[in-house]
């Protein structure tokens, strides 16, 4: 049996000859070049696998991609904000179940007469307070943020470590703890910190969705 192909004309036999070639440099660009980008990745991240907070079971995790091709600069600054927001969270937590399990200070709270424990709790609370209210905690944090609690980032001389608000003058023993006693501290309290962002975010998810909780209640 014979076969017999179609004659292509010179124009269109190098018009599939260039589509050929650029097709495998194509292949060839995508074959080498993501496994350069993965490696310098994974070498950048790997400078970070040591830091206080990466430990079993989890180890490294990074979902978001923010420490990809980071400096330690940028890590610095996210660690600095994660410690702050799992401190703030941490208070919030446990002002929210101590509140709800009817713990507050005695007195008033303003010069008209109302007391701490006639407030409701919780997102009704924040809506409760006055807005002279509001503006008193904005500038009293701005005051912590400005003034107190600085570090590095701000302009005060650099801790012993990130998150070292003390500025030399706040100490509780932390002084006489030795090295590892210091770490262990310090990933716990990261740790909590992280538990604690969940918790408090749980607990207004919940109050929105009116749900009982075991042990707090209706929110």
Same mark, same amino acid.
């Given at each position: ?7 292509? /004309? ?5 018009? @599939?000859? @260039?589509?050929?070639?650029? /097709? ?26 040591? *830091? ?9 995790? $990074?979902?978001?991609?923010? !420490? *990809?091709?980071?400096?330690? #600069?940028?890590?610095?600054? !996210? ?6 927001? &799992? ?8 002002? %929210? ?19 701490? $424990? ?6 009704? &609370?924040?809506?409760?307070?006055? @807005? =002279? ?11 912590? #943020?400005?003034?107190?609690? @600085?570090? #590095? ?6 801790? #012993? ?5 003390? %500025? ?9 703890? /030795?090295? *590892? ?7 716990? =309290?990261?740790? %909590? ?5 969940? &918790? ?6 919940? *109050? ?8 707090? &209640?209706?929110?």
């Amino acid at each position: 049996m014979l076969v017999t192909f179609p004659r292509l /004309s010179p124009f269109s036999f190098q018009l @599939k000859m @260039k589509l050929v070639i650029a /097709s495998l440099l194509a292949g060839s660009a995508a074959a080498f070049s993501p496994v350069a980008s993965r490696q310098a990745s994974s070498s950048a991240l790997a400078a970070f696998e040591s *830091e206080l907070g990466v430990q079993p079971p989890i180890g490294f995790f $990074d979902p978001l991609g923010l !420490l *990809e091709n980071a400096t330690q #600069e940028r890590f610095n600054r !996210l660690r600095t904000t994660e410690l702050k927001h &799992g401190r703030v969270c941490m208070l919030a937590f446990l002002g %929210n179940i101590a509140t709800r399990a009817g713990l507050h200070l005695n007195g008033n709270i303003d010069s008209a007469g109302d007391s701490f $424990d006639s407030y409701p709790n919780g997102w009704a &609370g924040l809506a409760a307070i006055p @807005k =002279e209210g509001l503006y008193q905690i904005i500038a009293f944090v701005g005051i912590l #943020e400005i003034a107190v609690m @600085k570090d #590095e980032a701000n302009g005060a001389a650099p801790g #012993e470590f990130i998150g070292d608000y003390r %500025n030399g003058g706040i100490d509780f023993g932390w002084d006489t703890f /030795s090295d *590892e006693e210091k770490f262990s501290k310090r990933a716990i =309290e990261l740790n %909590n910190g992280r538990a604690a962002m969940m &918790g408090i975010l749980g607990l207004m998810i919940h *109050e929105q969705l009116g749900t009982n909780l075991p042990i707090i &209640g209706q929110l």
